[in-house]
């Protein structure tokens, strides 16, 4: 724990006889570890109850970076916005509200108006984490509510890639996708369809929530949702749909990629977007650089059959995005420091190698065996 290589290596090092002795030592320190949380979690609650008459009616915007919100799958953690730096401070600066506890005892006041409530909902969007966004929207926050972001927490949910079934509660819930963002007027059915969701918007028709759009994005849902008919249809009668999805493909190509809809990649890619278009803006939510390809956020974001995709259909495979990385880095990474390491497995990594990339400049080992062995393998 220490780091003590030396001693640790030590021929004369003794060694305790009694291996029972170590975890008994470990269990009293478990033991030590919880009494002290519980009491933590006791005082931590008073001081939100008293911070709560303090502020009673105030809304909660600027706790929000604050609030707990569980690490999913998807870790949406990577880089929230410094929302306490812009919003100043508030009577709630200072509350730990890394526990679920105190953000519960701070709900049960009662005190929290709408604002506070569909911010709280907003910000557990951020992080994937359904069970708190259940337990808030069973609390009375509402999934439409546009916050000071001018968005609504079911808009935040879509642009923050969370999954299918958290859609599925905000809608049980009284969720409405037909509100648009105040920023670029974007109804939550245009967001899943840039963003690539099939599957939400899928779910939306199931749901008779009405998904037809205009203009570009009426052909961009036609390549999210894999309809190639309409995609030939589209462009055939209006080429300049066509020339408007061409000057967003970078974007477009990487959010696809991003999602795993290899077979909206492709449309894309029909339609001509280049392959090696750049995301100029890249996504620092998701960590993406600026000037990554779709290949690079297909590598990140452990999306194996599109990586195989994009490879496929010429994907320069050693290019760097904006932060120097490749896309066989940015694979390796994916599996040993990302919040989705429940997606990773070699298959990317071996299908860079075996397209030709470089692993200059690849960190090994990862710590990951399967992948390092690939890497050996390639470097001999």
Known sequence: MAGDDATVERPDRQVDPDPARG?????QVEVAQDERRLREDRERVARVDQRADDAAGQPVLALAPLVRVGVGAHGDGLALPPLRRELGPHPFDGVDL???VALEALVETGKLTPDSLATLLLRK?????LEGMTWLLEHGADPNHMTHWGLTALHQAIRRDNARRSIETMLNHGGDATPTTRADGKTSVALAARRGRRDLLDLFEQRGIRTDLHGIERLIAACARNDSASVHAIADGEPE???????????????FAGNGNGDGVGLLLDLGVDVAAR???GDPYWSVAKDST???????????????????????VDVKDGGHRTPLALAVRACVDSFWTD???????EALLRSGASSDGVAFPSGYAEVDELLRAHRR
């Open 23 to 27: 975890r008994r030592l470990l269990q």
């Open 343 to 349: 997606l990773r497995a070699p298959d990317s990594v």
């Open 279 to 281: 995301f100029t803006d």
């Open 125 to 129: 969007a951020d992080w994937h984490d």
């Open 294 to 316: 779709a290949l690079h956020v297909a590598a990140w974001r452990a999306r194996h059959a599109t990586v195989k995709l994009l490879i496929d259909r010429g994907a320069p």
């Open 98 to 100: 890394h526990h679920d």
């Open 241 to 255: 749909l066509v020339r408007q999805l061409v000057n967003e493909g970078g974007r477009l190509l990487a959010e």
